[in-house]
């Protein structure tokens, strides 16, 4: 009797088929799971492994429903496959896991086996740095239509506030004491204004970066330094730090600027009131990461990973897409331009930046490029 007639379980097909499928299985870059009858896991490739962070004997000793969180929309993809014996395609699907310190966003494929009837073989492309480069090339864009606006705003509003507040000046030296105080109310409000748009002219400014080789270690410890001994002095401050880190190329003020910028705001999400708070600062090589230069065929490498952690309250789930569009905010006297801000210097150094944020635990990432031979002799772009 052939191995079809028996209907034997997937596992079993595998091993029979006596071909080097398996080396080919586990060379694809995507986990692969074959589910069988009551969502059984029949078999994982490698990949997969690496995903769950469970062995390949562990997870064939389980059901989907044992390692997926309830309700996750990777069941009723399998189940709609073995009900039609369709193929079947989900896109940007968050997928939780006991496993996972995260849900992962992934793009999910299912079909039906048809040598093993009612077998599902699901792929799965984990999609959070194509996100992140896609979100990156939007945070850019933002930053230009900021740039243009700033433009505007230095040369139609600023000339026309000096004269309001020179007239305000004026009238009070001439008023009595009740109308001087709304002269001065005046004055405070057009100083107010004038701050906002002189943030904003850096949005404006588009000059070559000046590139020298930065110790992003001498950057983050005068952040901590300055943080430390202000607005972040009660709450502890960690350091996970790769010594063997190769130098950034770039502006030590500006990346000063950033990571001051991320490390308030990681403040502030804490609050002073927590005992427990804590920013964890953690710098890392992460060989592999290549963004594709727009406009050509070069890819540069980031493999420089730089992270400021903090255990507050999080990031609102609606207001993720949209942290690093400039007026997007959730402080009550907040400009919203703060990360628009650092987006653009991350941006004009040749990386990218990311949020990943859950309760108790957001975390902003930047991939930077390490120095080369040339910027470090040039020390210019």
């Known amino acids: 009797m052939s191995a079809s007639s028996k209907k034997p379980g997937a596992r079993r097909l595998i091993q029979a088929a006596q071909f080097p499928s398996e080396a080919l299985l586990?060379?694809?870059?995507?986990?692969?799971?074959?589910?069988?009858?009551?969502?059984?896991?029949?078999?994982?490739?490698?990949?997969?492994?690496?995903?769950?962070?469970?062995?390949?004997?562990?997870?064939?000793?389980?059901?989907?429903?044992?390692?997926?969180?309830f309700g996750s929309p990777l069941i009723a993809l399998v189940e709609q496959v073995q009900r039609n014996e369709t193929h079947v395609n989900e896109y940007g699907v968050?997928?939780?896991?006991?496993?996972?310190?995260?849900?992962?966003?992934?793009?999910?494929?299912?079909?039906?086996?048809?040598e093993a009837p009612g077998c599902v073989l699901l792929m799965l492309q984990q999609r959070s740095m194509a996100q992140m480069i896609e979100r990156q090339l939007t945070h850019r864009g933002a930053a230009r239509s900021v740039s243009a606006l700033a433009a505007v705003l230095a040369h139609e509003i600023k000339n026309p506030?000096?004269?309001?507040?020179?007239?305000?000046?004026?009238?009070?030296?001439?008023?009595?004491?009740?109308?001087?105080?709304?002269?001065?109310?005046?004055?405070a409000e057009v100083d107010r204004i004038c701050k906002l748009v002189d943030r904003m002219e850096i949005f404006g400014d588009e000059r070559p970066l000046a590139r020298e080789p930065v110790n992003i270690h001498d950057v983050l410890d005068h952040v901590k330094q300055i943080a430390a001994n202000g607005f972040a002095r009660r709450i502890k401050i960690v350091e996970h730090y790769d010594p063997s880190l190769p130098s950034v190329p770039g502006s030590r003020d500006k990346l000063i600027q950033v990571f001051l910028n991320l490390v308030k705001n990681a403040a502030e999400a804490i609050g002073e009131e927590r005992p427990d708070g804590q920013i964890t600062l953690t710098t890392s090589f992460r060989p592999g990461v290549r963004l594709s230069v727009p406009g050509s065929q070069a890819r540069v490498s980031l493999p420089l990973e730089i992270a400021v952690e903090d255990n507050g309250a999080g990031v609102p789930t609606d207001l993720m897409p949209h942290l690093f569009d400039p007026f997007v905010t959730t402080k009550p006297s907040g400009t919203g331009l703060g990360l628009a801000l650092v987006a653009k210097i991350i941006g004009d150094h040749g990386g990218i930046i990311e949020c990943d944020s859950r309760p108790r635990q957001t975390v902003f990432r930047a991939l930077m490029p390490m120095a080369d031979s040339e910027t470090a002799h040039s020390g210019h772009a």
């Open 26 to 69: 586990n060379a694809l870059p995507h986990p692969l799971l074959l589910i069988g009858e009551g969502l059984r896991i029949e078999y994982v490739n490698t990949p997969a492994e690496d995903f769950f962070q469970m062995s390949a004997a562990v997870l064939c000793r389980r059901k989907l429903t044992d390692v997926i969180a």
């Open 94 to 114: 968050d997928l939780g896991s006991y496993r996972f310190d995260a849900p992962k966003l992934v793009d999910l494929y299912g079909g039906p086996l048809p």
């Open 161 to 187: 506030l000096s004269g309001i507040r020179g007239a305000a000046q004026l009238i009070e030296n001439e008023r009595p004491d009740f109308d001087r105080t709304l002269t001065q109310l005046i004055c």
